[in-house]
């Protein structure tokens, strides 16, 4: 029993932070893949970098009430696949700039979490004309901040010595998986887990007309995705993948 113990203590557990722009970007892009993780032993952590306060049609709603509403559906959603944390930063939606105020808190988040894997969108993304798209601004900004977070402020013991300070040492991040609908690199099966990714989704229900309709959209995608990967899966999420160097 002892022995038992002491080997399930040495093996680390997989550390993921999840980072998005608005509340229901990481549920819709990434969850059958955080689920995985999390029922296969690992912790996953959310990053919500807007209020999401201008995620509705509705003109007469306050940026106050549409934002509480938002956290609670982001809340909810991270409690049913098992999300250790989500960490709200609230800077106003739409207006996302890579500031370095932006790069030293979502270094802070990577340095207090240490993830060995951080998901986040592929800031290359700007437009898909084959799916009739522009790539929402925030999202780009949102993938451009958190690459630089990654390489090279969180690693860098120079970088933010105000939050060294505070106890909060370097991190290496040892993988990146990009969200970008067209190019992929690396498939993840979630065949187990795509039902409670549809859970999450169904949470967001202000951002949605017809969620049902949103909901069969994004399993027809996943079946498609899993067509792809090798070997197949029935659902898969797809991501472009980036390991990173170890420092030497
Ligand atoms: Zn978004």
Excluded at 56 to 72: M, N
Excluded at 125 to 154: K, M, S, W
Excluded at 170 to 190: A, M, Q, R, S, T
């Amino acid at each position: 029993m002892i022995l038992k113990k002491l080997s399930k203590k040495q093996k680390p557990k997989k550390i993921v932070l999840a980072v998005g722009a608005h509340p229901d970007d990481i549920d819709i892009g990434c969850s059958g893949t955080i689920s995985k993780i999390i029922q296969d032993g690992g912790e996953a952590f959310y990053l919500v970098l807007t209020d999401g306060s201008k995620g509705s049609e509705d003109s007469k709603i306050s940026d106050k009430k549409l934002t509480k509403l938002r956290h609670a559906e982001q809340e909810n959603a991270a409690k049913i696949l098992g999300v250790k944390k989500v960490f709200f930063q609230d800077f106003v939606d739409g207006e996302l700039e890579n500031t370095p105020e932006l790069r030293k808190q979502i270094v802070k988040i990577i340095r207090q979490v240490k993830p060995e894997t951080v998901i986040c969108f592929d800031p290359t993304l700007v437009y898909d004309e084959n799916r009739r798209f522009i790539n929402h601004p925030d999202h780009r900004v949102c993938g451009q901040a958190t690459l630089d977070a990654i390489f090279p402020y969180a690693r860098n013991v120079r970088s933010f010595p105000e939050l060294l300070a505070e106890g909060l040492e370097p991190h290496v991040v040892e993988e990146v998986l990009l969200v970008n609908f067209g190019k992929h690199n690396f498939y993840v099966d979630i065949s187990k887990t795509v039902d409670l990714k549809m859970k999450a989704i169904s949470c967001h229900k202000s951002q949605f007309r017809d969620i049902e309709k949103f909901q069969e959209r994004i399993k027809q995608m996943s079946a498609m995705l899993g067509k792809k990967s090798q070997p197949k899966a029935k659902y898969a999420e797809a991501f472009f993948r980036i390991t990173l160097r170890q420092p030497s």
